[in-house]
């Protein structure tokens, strides 16, 4: 079987709604911050469905024993936000994923040449390859700072299969550039917008997320 890059576009009426609240330009930055945790969460959530290890068991009912499944707590999840923005969709994520080890890592566009510059790198020096990773950031838009976070993680050990992303507006040459180096990656995010502007912004997106986020 060929590996391609799947992008799923969930159709609940919570991330439709979370979406139209977070790209509204008229949405202060404590209401953008919730609608951030709320589709963090159920982003997450669709997510998790064919991700998440579980295990078999039985337990027993107050009248009788039954077959069971239960989140598998001794398989690695890792989390890792891609700062600042991806902060914003950690909450969610976290609810749901209570176990799972927090990686930051912190990216700063510059500004003229659009390149990715790090900061910040929390990551481990090897993950387990079995590691489930989920990556959060609102945005793709030219696709230079998440693909330098694959990179990242692809080098010290996490399998691209078994990654995935969370965001809430893609663009087409983050996409692009994710299903040439990482076909069997699957990327989960509120809307596919239609293009990014010579400035580097996702258009119609919603702004820059980070700065709603935090407000400045
Ligand atoms: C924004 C956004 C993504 C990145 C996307 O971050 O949160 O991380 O740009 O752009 P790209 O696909 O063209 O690399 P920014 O650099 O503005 O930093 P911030 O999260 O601190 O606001």
Redesign the pocket.
Known sequence: MTLQLRVYVPPHPLIKHWLAVARDAATPSVLFRSAMTELGRWLTYEAARDWLPTLETTVESPLDFCPATLVDPQMPVAVVP?????LGLLEGAQTLLPLASIYHYG???DEET?Q?QCYLNKLPEKFDSQTRVLIT??????????MSAMAELTQRGVDPTLARIVCVVAAPP?LQKLSAAYPGLIVYTAAIDEK?NDR?FIVPGLG????RIFGT
């Open positions: 891609i700062l600042r923005a991806g990216l700063v566009r659009l990715p950031d609102p945005m793709l838009a030219t696709g230079g700072s998440i983050a990014v580097g820059d997320a980070g700065d």
